[in-house]
């Protein structure tokens, strides 16, 4: 695929959905850093159904602390592996405190150093708290690189970087969302939705799916 055809993309992209964002719902980077740890191998509307209560109750790092690890379990229980991402959350709000003055910090390393935080959710945090242009590749951006053709990669590594590489500047700060909501209600992994897909011609997915009669 040429750098010509992925603007394109990108473009269609961006008039189907001008200012994309994450379905989380949060109020601030600390907030949105509880709700992304939470959501792996979640929902986001499980997610939000559970931080709707939490965040009710505590929205900082030293209110999250106060709730203590069985305090947080309470309201996270119906989130999958809830035991591990409350005992998570609570020894990173202690980090916050201690290391960062209770804030979020901006920097990859220091991100990547709380427990539950890995590169993916670095990216997460990152793009949508602090606007830098990162790209957090999860299942559903994985997908939609190679089934279009757009960054192919076997790992999700390869396919962030090749990203980064291609995805043409002035659109690289809300690709992330545009990919993620793309590949969760258009280019869906059993049956992509290629009929009612805004890029279906400049996609290089040969087995695209036909409109229904």
């Not at 709730?67 to 609570?90: D, M």
């Not at 990152?126 to 830098?132: I, Q, Y």
């Not at 009929?195 to 087995?207: F, Q, S, V």
């Amino acid at each position: 695929m040429n750098q010509r055809t992925r603007a394109q993309i990108f473009e269609r992209l961006r008039a189907a959905n001008p200012t994309p964002t994450t379905e989380l719902v949060y109020h601030s980077p600390f907030e949105l850093l509880v709700a992304v740890i939470l959501s792996a191998q979640a929902t986001d509307r499980s997610v939000n159904k559970a931080t709707a209560g939490l965040f009710a109750h505590a929205k900082t790092p030293a209110a999250m602390l106060a709730l203590g690890e069985e305090g947080l379990k309470a309201h996270i229980r119906t989130i999958g592996l809830f035991n591990t991402k409350a005992k998570n959350i609570i020894k990173t709000c202690a980090i916050l405190i201690a290391e960062h003055g209770g804030t979020v910090p901006r920097e990859r390393k220091a991100l990547e150093s709380l427990p539950g935080v890995g590169r993916k959710t670095a990216n997460v945090v990152l793009n949508t708290a602090f606007g830098e242009p990162t790209m957090a590749v999860d299942t559903h951006i994985f997908r939609v690189a190679n089934r279009t053709g757009l960054a192919p990669g076997k790992t999700p590594l390869a396919v962030e970087q090749a990203l980064l590489r291609h995805v043409p500047k002035p659109y690289l700060h809300n690709a992330h969302h545009w990919l993620i909501l793309h590949g969760r209600y258009v280019c869906t992994a059993r049956k992509p939705r290629c009929p009612l897909c805004p890029i279906a011609e400049l996609c290089d997915y040969r087995d695209k799916t036909p409109a229904s009669t």
